[in-house]
């Protein structure tokens, strides 16, 4: 089973991808801050993460890079999960080095599609 | 044929005696030349001329002594002497008397002239025969003693060419008098002429808007316009004479001094400039900004500048309003950028929820829903979403607002575009029992180059008020058409509905963004009043125009054209992004 963090600050987007996760077979683990997101990140190794911008303490482009920047964290499939949707958004987070991005709102039908495209189907 | 006549000169310029040469060889006499009167003499000793020529002024012998030697050589007496002359004094006149010479001609003849005479003195040599004469003519003029020995033929012939000669001399006289009389009424006109110009010429001066004034080479103020009077406060009479400097600033004054010197010495343009900026001084002590030219130019062999100035105050000041509004603008539309980037975030995040949540609970992700659980689900989903097109409406129009807004334009077949388009609010029409049709003047397979995403979002903001404002059992109506304007292209479309219609006096205000027409309308109808002013905007990005008719109670037409193809469209790739600001 593969192991999803979710790095988001607001409750409720964050049950709402649980939901979602766990609806669709995966281990969910949740962090409400980048500095939490940093340390579950090391510490549970996931397959998988999904990562909000502006989250307290600090934010998701800088975890993003501390984790890139670590042999222990780098390979982790991290994809960008924001409200930061104008038009340039999506290439400044890519370039910055995320492996994909959403834009809220979530498609939710578009979010299993999207963690097998990476992951490939999930194991049991 | 007559043997050829010998002719002496006797001439001591040899100019003049070439001159004289070749005018008789080309009248076939036979020449000879002797420098002066001992020459002379000596040539006389073996020659007989016809005629000797002979000027006065000669080093060793002039012309007269020459001439009584002839006279008193009984061998040589007969060949007349002609002396090559001025005569003005009568001391003059008697001395050649004196020396009995046969005539005179003076020198200021020109040559035709004395070419006849030659020519009649060598045929008519009879005329001059001396009769001799024992006794001699004694007189005493102005306390001299004088002695003519000349015939009286001879001394009748001298005094008749003297006589000829001072009336010629008085044609001649004549002659450049009137020319005088002549060059004297046509500069009198010059003159007049001049004054008129001049007079001109201070009148542009005058009425110059720009002030206009002269400066020496020592920078010393020549003239100075009415409009320089005017910039600077001083009248003419205070200025002219002084130095240029008291109506400069510093640090302008420190500068010019020795700057004209400089110039003049190295020639570089450091005066000389063309639309400089600089403070001027003026009477009150106030200051001035001025564009100044200069420019430099000779008078005489004197050096002078011309200062052209203009006062520029007011420019300056507009400029520095404008500078300051401009500024001002693009601090106030940054902070609208920064504003509207932050809703978006803001507004996203609780959306999320609500569009989420409603999906994956119409997904019965958590169990069966009932009818009306179900309904109500969908009706959340359905305003989370339409929250979400306002609030990408809003941004795409300060997108257009801020210039951001860039057109991405590929071909795509305008029939599918328009049914595609039709589907998104078929669901509400149908609602409302409004009947829907299309009818296109066109092929089903024109296409054009637009951006599709936009060209959709027009008509989805069109048809979305069509239906919004034309009551239940109405009829909504797509028509297009291509038509060709100013020698382009476009295509026209037409929404048509039978709704509530718009009076004549709220149409300008329909494209306004934020200006939904006043009640009763705004009770009745929800929206922000952004469709239209955004679908006006992307029209216009396209280089097209959208058009309104109404009549208020039956119906309207919303209407738009733009070109088949998509102005600086080179083709090729699709998503190529062409920005516009």
């Not at chain 2, 201070?202 to 009415?226: C, H, M, P, Q, W």
């Not at chain 2, 510093?250 to 403070?279: C, H, M, V, W």
């Not at chain 2, 637009?450 to 009551?471: C, G, H, W, Y």
Request: with cysteine; glycine share 8%; charged share 30%.
């Amino acid at each position: 089973m593969y192991k999803i963090l979710i790095a988001e600050d607001d409750d409720m987007n964050k049950l709402l991808l649980r939901d979602i996760l766990t609806y669709h077979g995966y281990s969910v683990i949740e962090a409400s801050d980048g500095e939490e997101c940093l340390k579950l990140a090391k510490s549970i190794k996931p397959d998988l993460i999904f990562m909000d911008i502006q989250m307290p303490k600090i934010d998701g482009m800088t975890v993003l890079r501390m984790l890139k920047d670590d042999s222990l964290t780098k390979d982790v499939i991290i994809i960008a999960a924001t409200a930061f949707a104008m038009k340039g958004d999506r290439e400044r987070m890519l370039s910055a080095g995320f492996d994909d991005y959403i834009s809220k709102p979530i498609d939710t039908k578009q979010i299993p599609v999207l963690i097998r495209k990476y992951l490939g189907a999930n194991q049991e | 044929m007559n043997p050829k006549k010998e002719v002496l000169i006797v001439e001591d310029s040899p100019i003049q005696a070439e001159m004289l040469r070749r005018a008789l060889v080309r009248e076939g006499y036979s020449i000879t030349v002797a420098r002066n009167g001992v020459e002379g003499l000596s040539v006389l000793k073996d020659l007989r001329p016809t005629l000797i020529i002979s000027d006065v002024m000669m080093p060793e012998m002039n012309g007269y002594e020459m001439c009584r030697e002839i006279k008193n050589n009984d061998a040589l007496k007969d060949i007349p002497v002609v002396l090559l002359t001025q005569l003005y004094e009568p001391e003059e006149i008697i001395r050649g008397l004196e020396s009995g010479a046969d005539t005179h001609i003076t020198k200021a003849f020109d040559m035709d002239y004395i070419l006849s005479k030659i020519k009649t003195l060598i045929e008519n040599p009879k005329r001059f025969q001396n009769m001799p004469e024992k006794k001699s003519i004694e007189f005493e003029y102005e306390g001299k003693h004088y002695n003519v020995h000349s015939g009286r033929t001879q001394a009748i012939s001298f005094l008749i060419s003297t006589y000829e000669s001072a009336v010629w001399q008085n044609t001649e006289l004549q002659k450049v008098q009137a020319q005088l009389s002549n060059l004297n009424e046509t500069l009198k006109e010059k003159i007049v002429e001049l004054k008129a110009s001049e007079d001109h010429n201070r009148i542009v001066l005058e009425t110059a808007s720009d002030g206009i004034f002269t400066v020496n080479e020592y920078g010393i103020i020549d003239s100075f316009n009415k409009a320089a009077e005017h910039i600077f406060g001083y009248s003419a009479d205070e200025v002219i004479g002084k130095n240029i400097s008291i109506l400069m600033t510093e640090p302008y004054r420190k500068q010019f001094d020795g700057s004209i010197e400089r110039f003049i010495e190295t020639a570089l343009q450091e005066i000389p400039g063309n639309g400089r900026e600089i403070s001027g001084l003026c009477k009150d002590g106030s200051i001035v900004l001025l564009d100044i030219i200069i420019n430099d130019f000779l008078f005489g062999n004197k050096r002078m500048f011309t200062g052209t100035v203009r006062d520029i105050t007011h420019r300056k000041e507009n400029e520095e309003k404008l500078r300051q509004a401009m500024e001002n603008a693009d601090t106030a539309n940054k902070a609208k950028s920064d504003f509207l980037a932050g809703m978006s975030h803001e507004l996203r995040t609780p959306l999320n929820s609500i569009i989420g949540f409603s999906e994956i609970l119409l997904e019965e992700m958590f169990g069966k829903l009932n009818e009306k659980q179900g309904q109500y689900v969908s009706n959340i989903l359905g305003s989370g979403n339409h929250l979400l097109s306002l609030i990408n409406d809003i941004l795409d129009l300060s997108k257009v607002e801020s210039g951001k807004m860039e057109i991405e334009p590929a071909r795509f077949v305008l029939k599918d575009i328009l049914d595609s388009s039709l589907l998104i609010v078929k669901e509400r029409a149908i609602k409302k029992n409004i009947d829907m049709d299309i009818e296109l003047e066109f092929g089903p397979n024109t296409a054009i180059i637009a951006d599709e995403r936009k060209f959709k979002q027009i008509m989805f903001n069109l048809l979305s008020n069509a239906v919004k404002f034309t009551p239940e059992g109405g009829a909504i109506k797509v028509r297009g058409k291509k038509i060709t304007k100013g020698g382009a292209n476009y295509v026209e479309i037409m929404v048509e509905d039978t709704g509530i219609g718009i009076k004549s006096e709220d149409i300008p205000r329909l494209f306004k963004e934020f200006s939904q027409l006043e009640s009763p309308y705004s009770k009745q109808y929800k929206g922000t009043g952004l469709g239209l002013a955004l679908a006006k905007s992307l029209v216009e990005l396209h280089k097209g125009e959208v058009f309104v008719k109404s009549e208020y109670g039956k119906g309207s037409t919303f209407g738009f054209t733009i070109p088949i193809l998509f102005p600086d469209y080179s083709g090729g790739s699709k998503g190529k992004c062409i920005k516009y600001s």
